[in-house]
């Protein structure tokens, strides 16, 4: 059980596109997803919090106007790279926190490779 | 602010041999600790927690000791297996205002060999 998809798995783009990434709790409710970005053999770094149908709470530093998250429904979780340019080019991984359950476990998605040309 | 430190790896062990991973966090108050793996091809999934001073968390073989005079939280198993080839996370978790949430280390890689 508690299994995060996410989708796609990897994606190329052009310079100024944007790219829209999904996330899914598959077997549970998760009125809270979060949001982290991966780079090369650094740590995770949170991005924001995506909170059901409510604003994402962004960390300092980081666009919101850049990076849109919309959590629509109580399992799934977007996150669209907007005018995407190559320094966005990174990992980014998901996670969500089972509703019924409670507590702080998250469980994570397999992630997403961004490549920006 | 808070912060994870662990262990650059990669490790390479041969299998059965003794796994130590160091962890050492700052962090304001008393945060909860973790150990999160992540498999290759795979996301990331808790492994073990400790939720305050001289807790153990145990898992798998796997074992970590919530020391609060040293803010350690370091990794160990006894004897390791291929399949525990993987990357190791350290991570710690704050209260929020939009709820708990992660800190984490760079992730120790470790390859166990047979």
């Known amino acids: 059980g508690a299994v995060v998809s996410q989708h796609p798995s990897r994606v190329i783009c052009k310079s100024g596109t944007s790219v829209k990434i999904e996330c899914r709790s598959l077997d549970f409710q998760a009125t809270t997803m979060f949001w982290y970005r991966q780079f090369p053999k650094k740590s995770l770094m949170l991005m924001a919090t995506?909170?059901?149908?409510?604003?994402?709470?962004?960390e300092q530093g980081v666009e919101k106007d850049k990076f849109l998250i919309n959590h629509a429904s109580l399992t799934l979780s977007t996150l669209t790279v907007t005018s995407a340019h190559p320094e966005d080019s990174s990992f980014y991984i998901c996670?969500?926190?089972?509703?019924?359950?409670?507590?702080?476990?998250?469980?994570f998605g397999p992630g997403t490779r961004l490549l920006v040309l | 602010g808070n912060s994870v430190t662990q262990m650059e790896g990669p490790v390479t062990l041969s299998e059965e041999a003794f796994l130590t991973i160091n962890c050492t966090y700052t962090a304001t108050g008393y945060p909860s600790l973790f150990w999160y793996v992540q498999y290759p091809g795979e996301g990331l999934q808790l492994l073990l927690k400790?939720?305050?001073?001289?807790d153990k968390g145990s898992n798998k073989g796997f074992e970590a000791t919530y020391r609060k005079e040293t803010t350690s939280f370091h990794l160990e198993k006894g004897s390791v297996q291929v399949s525990d080839s993987a990357v190791y996370f350290c991570a710690l978790s704050r209260a929020g205002a939009a709820g708990n949430k992660l800190t984490f280390g760079g992730g120790t890689r470790v390859l166990v060999k047979p």
């Open positions: 995506s909170n059901e149908g409510s604003k994402a709470t962004y």
């Open positions: 996670s969500a926190r089972d509703s019924k359950r409670g507590g702080e476990t998250q469980y």
């Open positions: 400790a939720t305050k001073a001289d």
